[in-house]
């Protein structure tokens, strides 16, 4: 597509439940990042796919949270028994490593409230 | 790993003035420096970055410059207008592509 797609663009849900987040990157793009960004505050790194590489997961918050990147497309980002302090927006952005002029373009979001 | 800081937090200008954000890193090994923009309900927008073999780079109304041996850079934006408040993000890596380090940010307001 022409950009990153996340969905849903919404989502609630209660304490406790699982959820799963999905970003479909650009087309070809090679490298697939995971951020989160809670109200009024920074950019925090969650998870960084690259190729056929072992993912970089060195900023997942606890084991609930987990990523996959099925054929090197698609990503899902899992947050399981979900806690209010899980609240935020969550950030897919996709990158072309091959070519260093583009940096990162992002998706528009999933924000998740845990009620 | 990469730490960046950001300064101010939250900055209020004239429309006219100019704007300056400063981002000062850790990782003497970072060489690529991108600055996102994100409006209210968006998502960030890379609107100018650096590489490490240059010192300013200009666009427009924007510009960056960037010292690599007292590891800070910096945005500044000339004749601000309305349309340019938003919350502004440096980050740093060490290669175009690679994993960013987000600064925390700094919401700009430019007063009509």
């Known amino acids: 597509g022409a950009g990153v797609s996340q969905s849903p663009s919404n989502k609630v849900t209660e304490k406790g439940k699982d959820v799963e987040l999905r970003c479909d990157p650009i087309?070809?793009?090679?490298?697939l990042y995971w951020y989160r960004q809670s109200l009024g505050q920074g950019l925090e790194f969650l998870i960084y796919?690259?190729?056929?590489?072992?993912?970089?997961k060195s900023g997942l918050p606890s084991d609930r949270f987990s990523a996959e990147r099925t054929g090197g497309s698609v990503s899902t980002l899992t947050i399981q028994r979900t806690q209010q302090e899980d609240s935020a927006v969550y950030l897919c952005?996709?990158?072309?490593?091959?070519?260093?002029?583009?940096?990162?373009?992002f998706g528009s979001g999933t924000r998740l409230t845990v009620v | 790993g990469e730490n960046v800081e950001q300064h101010p937090s939250t900055l209020s200008v004239q429309e006219g003035d100019s704007a300056v954000i400063k981002c000062t890193y850790s990782?003497?090994?970072?060489?690529?420096f991108p600055w996102y923009k994100q409006e209210l309900g968006k998502r960030p927008q890379l609107i100018i970055d650096?590489?490490?073999?240059?010192g300013e780079k200009k666009d427009q109304r924007i510009a960056v410059t960037l010292n690599k041996t007292a590891k800070h850079f910096s945005l500044h934006i000339t004749e601000t207008q309305p349309e340019d408040s938003a919350v502004y993000f440096c980050?740093?890596?060490?290669?175009?592509?690679?994993?960013?380090?987000f600064g925390g940010g700094t919401r700009v307001l430019v007063k009509p």
């Open positions: 952005a996709s990158s072309l490593v091959a070519d260093s002029s583009y940096g990162y373009t």
């Open positions: 087309s070809g793009h090679t490298a």
């Open positions: 796919f690259q190729g056929n590489s072992a993912p970089d």
């Open positions: 650096i590489r490490s073999n240059v």
């Open positions: 980050a740093a890596s060490i290669a175009a592509g690679n994993k960013l380090t």
């Open positions: 990782d003497s090994a970072s060489n690529y």
